[in-house]
């Protein structure tokens, strides 16, 4: 009979469903997991019985829920990655090669189960030849759907912290699922339909260093997935910035709070007048501000031009920068071969070719996952290093700790570039990275601490020291207290000699 095969249908998709949420339901007592999971079923049943009514939207509905779904559970539950809007963001901004080293084996068998599942689906939804009746379902929900609210309206209360998070539709699969894809197709309008962000040259501005007996050099390096704690320069135990230690004009700030734990969010934020009160990109980076003030300016990217429009998030903040060079206008290397030296040749082109005051921004590739894969032979300090996937631990520290190696050494030769210049240097990473705590691997999650506390490193040479010896001691000042990426834009300026005129921000210096 028909009706047998639909209700066996509505079981196992509740049944599968309710087990992507494995990891929540595991950390619960033998009870709660009980009673959790047997919510999760009997929900699931009643949801997809009423939407089976409606034949020909659920049998392609379902599978692709069913799909995204799988996947997501994989990142979920073995990663602790969980579904956003953010996410969605990331995987539609990403660049090829950024994707393809997020392809571990483990993650391309959850996708062909996905795959496999959704099909199944399809085929046995298109078995169901009559339709279930209501009534039942509908009586479920009734008993159901008030538990759901409880839980959310006491959210504080000992219960509901515990079963939350197995069974609100905030976090239970598919319900995640639709709930970030409706927030992103909002965000994504709002994204498409927003102003273009205004020049900083714009903002009310003045010079408030005397025109100096030599030219003036500041360079911007945005770092990648660095985070502070595993810098020795910040008291990390292992020898990950040998040549940071020996820099006499090296200052640190420790951990700083990122504006995000993504790059979408954080490297605009970084380099505009945003702040974390007030987070909305109102302009373009500061270069359109050291352009009106007259400096040539410069932006070198790791990134391949091929891959960013003009509407990209980053992109967009670029401004008028006058030279734009990106990975594939100097090298054939791809995404998994570049390193970040590859640009040094680059800057010191640029420096030679460029006369007078200059801003440099230079966005690395720093440790990006896949960090094994960022840096060259002579940085594989911490072996082994080589990891497929998360299974080993300190195999995955050791290749992290490798690319902040590589980082040091970037910055170190960087600095020989400028060290007979009057020339300044600022450090900052967009995020950090989860590297296993509490099971949680990359990036994404703007509530864990590792992921928001990242270095700011500013170096300065002896020329600059003796043209700017208050900005120096204004820096030295600020060793110690608790700083963000707020203080970014307007500290970059005014160590360029420029300050804003009536502002609200952390600035360095009146």
Known sequence: MAFPKTNITLLLLSLAFAGMMYLPLSQLSPTYALFAFTYLVLFHYSIFAIALRIKKIAIIVIPVLLFLSTVGAYLYNFLNIKISDNLLFLLIETTVGEASETLTPQFVLSIVIALLLSISAYAAIKRCTQPPKLKWPILLLLLLIPINVALSKCNKHPIAVQLRPSIATKYAFPFCVIDSVANFSIRWVQYKTRPKPKSSASLD???????????????????????????????????????????????????????AALTRIS???????????????????????FVKHGFATAWISANSRAVYSSDMPTTRIMGNAQQTIFRNDFTTADYSTFRDEMMLPVVKRVLSNIDGNRTIVIHTRGSHFNYHTKYSEKYRKFTPDKYSNYENLNTVINAYDNSILATDAFLANLYDLVRDKNALVIYSSDHGESLGEDGIFMHGNK????????????????KYAIHNPRYVEALKQQIGKSLSHDILFPWTINLGGIALKNTSLPVLMN
């Open 205 to 259: 501005s003045e010079l408030i260093t005397p025109q100096q007996t030599e030219p003036l050099t500041v360079i911007f390096v945005i770092g990648e997935s660095a985070r502070a704690d595993h810098f020795q320069i910040n008291g990390y135990s292992r020898e990950t910035t040998p040549h940071l230690i020996k820099e006499k004009n090296v200052i640190t700030y420790g951990a700083i709070r990122s504006f």
């Open 267 to 289: 490297v605009p934020a970084m380099l505009t007048p945003a702040t974390s009160a007030h987070p909305k990109i109102t302009t373009n980076s500061f270069l359109d501000l």
């Open 447 to 462: 509530k864990r601490p590792e992921q928001r506390n990242v270095p700011l490193i500013i170096w300065y040479s002896d």
